[in-house]
């Protein structure tokens, strides 16, 4: 009777190993936007100089959401790709409701792949996670 629980105790640790990777992940890139001066802007927090330089970007990790250098993403440790979205809907709202130049909308997606050159848009599913970063500068 033992034995016929390994199974779903082996797929519980990995169903919760991919969780805590993925959350690490996120917190990191949150962590990495928000801490730099995001620059000059006009408007609205998606218009701001170094802010708009993440759009887009990729970032990559192992197997324990340590990151990778760009140049080691298609080594044999590569297992998460992120990328990172800054969404352009302007000044992301407080819950007052009022915009705030100083908040911006950061979509983070996050794929269990061995695969520095993975394809968002395909059929694989993967993490999405949108945060609300504060401005520190």
Known sequence: VLLGLVPAGMTSIRDASTT????????????????PNW??????????SLLSSYNGAK??????GTPLE????DSLRLSYVARIQINPS????????????????VQIDVAS??????????????????VLIARQY
């Open 90 to 105: 302007g000044a992301a709202a407080v819950p007052s409701g009022v915009p705030s130049n100083n908040l911006a909308s």
């Open 20 to 35: 805590l990777a993925e959350s690490r992940i996120i917190q990191q890139i949150a962590a990495e936007i928000q801490g």
């Open 70 to 73: 760009a140049a080691a993403a």
């Open 39 to 48: 620059g000059t802007g006009g408007g609205d927090a998606a218009s701001y």
């Open 59 to 64: 970032r990559f990790f192992d197997d324990q």
């Open 113 to 130: 792949v061995p695969d520095a050159n993975f394809d968002f848009s395909g059929d694989v599913p993967f993490k999405t996670q949108t």
